[in-house]
């Protein structure tokens, strides 16, 4: 596995693990989690007596939030079980003679209502992988069918807890499952060497909200301030200068919704990779999300992985714990709603040693979340807009009609970059209203947008507001001209019945986050709620909410 040394977190983990007790394991991400309770897993089955055989069934449960999650942690088993008789089986369907089972709680749950051959009975090992993002979304009642099955029959167990960031949800589910166990907190640097780790038998006490988060030391964190309506452009320019100027550098965008992830990806797959770019070498798109088959997923989660360069357009079902090697940057498109999110979506990078840069876009309404960050311990360095957009000029693709003397003059360069941008922006807006498709596709993205933003917790209103957006410069991020009719009372969060509308909000939020990160029981994409249907029509760019 071209491992030379163990990271702190495997080396406070697996001796713990290996003398049998449980444990609450607490480490930033990508420090090497997934083996620090693998390999001591394995080691245990392995040296079970007599040997360990298909008949035996589960030994050894693995809950994961996401698939993608749990076809990462499957072949992570895969590699160290070659040489042992041990089965694996990532549970898509259910077969006799599986001795660690990988599932997502939802698929897992059931299986066990409706598979009449599925037993616990010899389960010695459960694995909570990424608890704090399994109870986000929503699946502690299928935790509770889980534990409940679990804990009918069978020997006495070993359980694991692990997770980046503790809540209060999470310690209360330790204090469920868990029995008597280690504490195991590992901050700093995930190499082997500086780091500071601290082992305790008490109970993790819950994280409070001006906690410090760990992330990746080697990690170049960046932020660029950007008006609403060259945010498009912006995004555009950054994506070519590292993809076309710059070789060898993947990219990860995350963006709020499925609907921003699809029409992305058709922008820029049409305009920027279409045949008047004529780029060398060829820009490549791929994107994952929660609404899309399995298959799908898998295979474009096993596509970016082995390519060496490319962009995948992404929701936050790619932020936690996915290993996707080499990734250069992290681009946060629409900001995290908290700063845990952020710590997950910038870990995508900067794995277990290695070095990457996130960037973060900010309007200049959201800069106080700066300061929010801050109080995290999160500290960030200004990238300037025109700096971005300066890309631009080694493309003449997108030179405008002007005649400028830019070697010469700072403001003559200056002029001639905000040309090209219009240019850019121009070309996004002639394909998205080329046809009535492309015009709905944008809409729709600019209305889960706005839906999207209303669900930002209510310590974060004061930078994150719905009030506080021009929808007629947002609409321009989303390559449209006007600001379309009728958004504004979809994405109100103010006026009559304001507070009655985000209650019910956020009693759905569970529900839109948990569809977003799909157990897959349907075998396809999530099933959507009918939505009130909305009509569009055509209003100057003045109109705000």
């Known amino acids: 596995m071209n491992f030379n040394d163990l990271t702190p977190v495997q080396k406070q983990t697996i001796p713990a693990l290996l003398s049998g007790r449980d444990a609450v394991v607490r480490s930033q991400t990508g420090s090497g989690k997934t083996l620090s309770y693998a390999v001591p897993l394995v080691q245990s089955l392995q040296s079970v007596q007599p040997k360990v055989s298909r008949s035996d069934g589960p030994l050894a449960v693995v809950l994961v939030p996401t698939r993608e999650l749990a076809l990462q942690t499957f072949h992570t088993f895969q590699k160290l079980l070659k040489v042992t008789l041990i089965t694996l089986h990532l549970l898509t369907g259910l077969r006799k003679g599986i001795n660690i089972l990988v599932s997502t709680p ?79 907190h590992v901050s700093g640097p995930a190499s082997s060497d500086l780091t500071t780790a601290t082992t305790v038998t008490s109970d993790p006490s819950p994280a409070s909200q001006s906690e410090s988060f760990a992330v990746p030391e080697a990690l170049k964190q960046f932020v660029v301030v950007v008006p609403s309506k060259i945010r498009l452009v912006c995004l555009a320019a950054f994506i070519l200068d590292k993809s076309q100027f710059s070789q060898n550098n993947k990219l990860i965008v995350f963006v709020s919704s499925c609907e921003a992830v699809e029409f992305l990806h058709s922008l820029f797959t049409s305009v920027l990779c279409g045949p008047s770019a004529n780029r060398r070498p060829p820009l490549s798109f791929l994107r994952l999300h929660g609404n899309m088959k399995q298959e799908e997923r898998s295979e474009v989660f096993q596509q970016f992985s082995v390519s060496a360069s490319g962009v995948l357009l992404c929701t936050d079902v790619a932020a936690r714990g996915l290993d996707l090697p080499q990734v250069t940057w992290i681009l946060q498109y629409t900001p995290p709603t908290a700063a845990t999110e952020y710590v997950h979506r910038v870990g995508r990078t900067a794995r ?74 121009t070309e996004f807006e002639n394909f998205v209203h080329s046809d009535a498709s492309s015009v709905q596709s944008a809409k729709k993205a600019l209305q889960s947008f706005l839906r999207a933003y209303t669900t930002y917790p209510a310590h974060l209103k004061h930078i994150f507001h719905i009030r506080s957006l021009h929808l007629g410069h947002t609409a321009k991020s989303f390559g449209l001209r006007d600001a379309p009719q009728g958004l504004s009372s979809a994405a109100s969060a103010t006026g009559p019945g304001a507070k009655r509308n985000n209650r019910n909000q956020n009693r759905n939020q569970v529900s839109l986050f948990r569809s977003e990160f799909s157990s897959g029981l349907a075998g396809g994409g999530t099933k959507k709620k009918k939505k009130k249907k909305m009509t569009f029509g055509q209003s100057g760019e003045e109109e705000q909410e």
């Not at 616990?120 to 399994?134: H, K, Y």
């Not at 277990?352 to 700066?370: D, K, M, Q, V, Y």
């Not at 000029?393 to 070697?407: F, P």
Request: proline share 2%; glycine share 6%; charged share 20%.
């Open 352 to 425: 277990i040693g290695g070095r990457g840069s996130s960037l973060l876009f900010l309007t200049p309404a959201e800069t106080a979340f700066i300061t929010e960050l801050a109080n995290h311990n999160i500290s960030l360095s200004e990238m300037k807009l025109l700096d971005i957009l300066s890309s631009l000029m080694m493309d003449d693709t997108y030179k405008g009609r002007g005649k400028y003397h830019s070697k010469s003059s700072s403001r003559a360069l200056e002029q001639e970059i905000r040309e090209r941008a219009t240019v850019l922006q």
């Open 106 to 184: 939802g698929r897992l749950v059931d299986h066990i209502k409706h598979t009449l051959s599925i037993a616990f009975s010899a389960v010695r090992w459960l694995i909570l992988d990424e608890a704090d993002r399994t109870l986000d979304l929503g699946f502690e009642k299928d935790l509770t069918v889980i534990l409940n099955s679990l804990n009918t029959t069978g020997p006495s167990r070993q359980n694991v807890l692990l997770s980046a960031t503790l809540s209060h949800g999470v310690t209360r589910l330790a204090d469920v499952c868990l029995n008597a166990p280690v504490n195991i």
